[in-house]
């Protein structure tokens, strides 16, 4: 496709592009990174976007998380009860980042357990029942494998009420979770349209999925390719994601920085949004241009150490241009920086914010 649109340009305008981009998030983000790595020719720079590159291992996981919430009954988180998870977060970790703004800025710093929303007997509206406990404490952690080993990451505390996150993806009544995982397992894996969630072995049935790894999963850390032509890869995920988990993408930056430091340090940027949801809205600034930086760094400018987001009333809106009001402002940090208040200045202006080492005060 990447050959015919460049034969179909050159046709049209007489000359062929100086340069070609791939920008994509969630499966485009799988895409994307699957591009780089086995078409490394293709494009010039990429964009990923919460890739969902670990595909094989992720359908297992998506089942692990099904099967925490609704195996069981008393499982079974309602919608009306995730507002207490994050108030309950947000109550014990907004100010740990400086910034008292309803949003975490790293979550994983939070520590949030649950069990201190456990009802003292029986089920209430203002608590959990222990099942409820015990599947958002499966939520955060993250899915085990056959054997109790931790196998994928987690999701986040602090924006689990927000329309499109937790609901959507995890604990609604047509979680997302589940329908991929089911589907993945009936129709791809098992060939089986009577196959159900309830059989699933995580041993026999990942080991069955795995066998599409080569076809599906776009996680190897091998880039060299792409890079050694000069490629450019900026990567980014919103840390409230609850489709797929923010640190399955650090762990993806970390994994190539380590195989190739020198060439990744030169042309791999890693972006976390705080607040972010998946690919688009969330409570945290999370428009931002990353197209336009690319374009910036792959014509010869600097590596982005910084992007601006902006957090609208409408964020589709203003994602598409159409017009919204921005709310807030805040830049996003090359990882492993964070941003921080400079202390003065309102803070919902990026301007008031510096890019600074993680712990680190501004
Ligand atoms: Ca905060």
Redesign the pocket.
């Known amino acids: 496709a990447a050959g015919t649109g460049r034969a179909v340009i050159a046709a049209y305008y007489g000359n062929a592009p100086r340069a070609a981009y791939f920008q994509g998030c969630s499966d485009g983000g799988r895409e994307a990174l699957m591009e780089a790595q086995r078409y490394p020719e293709d494009y010039d720079a990429i964009i990923a976007g919460a890739p969902a590159n670990a595909w094989t291992r992720m359908m297992a996981a998506f089942m692990r998380d099904d099967r925490a919430v609704f195996a069981r009954p008393e499982s079974a988180i309602p919608n009306a009860k995730l507002k207490l998870l994050q108030d309950a977060a947000i109550a014990q970790c ?2 740990k ?1 400086g ?3 309803g ?3 790293d979550p994983r710093g939070c520590g949030f357990d649950p069990a201190v929303l456990q009802c003292k007997a029986g089920d209430e509206a203002t608590c959990l029942t222990a099942g409820q406990v015990t599947a958002a404490r499966t939520l955060y952690r993250g899915a085990l494998d056959a054997k109790g080993r931790p196998f994928f990451p987690g999701y986040m505390p602090g924006a689990e009420a927000v329309p499109g996150t937790w609901d959507v993806w995890l604990t609604g009544p047509k979680a997302q979770h589940g329908v991929f995982a089911t589907e993945f397992y009936r129709y791809m894996v098992h060939s089986n349209p009577e196959w159900q969630p309830g059989a699933f072995d995580f041993a026999r049935d990942y080991a069955a999925g795995r066998r599409l790894a080569p076809l599906l999963d776009s996680d190897s850390p091998d880039l060299g390719a792409f890079l050694k032509r000069g490629g450019k890869l900026i990567l980014y995920h919103g840390w409230n994601d609850a489709a797929i988990p923010p640190e399955n993408t650090i762990a993806y930056f970390e994994a190539v920085t380590k195989r190739l430091p020198a060439e990744a340090g030169k042309s791999v940027r890693l972006f976390m949004a705080p607040g972010m949801s998946h690919c688009l809205a969330g409570p945290g600034p999370n428009v931002f241009d990353a197209l336009g930086t690319l374009d910036t760094w792959r014509q010869g400018g600097p590596a982005p150490e910084t992007m601006i987001a902006t957090k609208f009333d409408n964020d589709l809106f203003g994602y598409l241009g159409f017009p919204a009001k921005p709310l807030r402002t805040r830049p996003l940090c090359a990882w492993p920086k964070v941003a921080r208040w400079t202390g003065k200045g309102s803070t919902d202006d990026a301007a008031n914010f510096t890019c600074v080492a993680p712990g680190m005060k501004s």
């Open positions: 907004d100010t980042d910034v008292k703004d949003v975490l800025d």
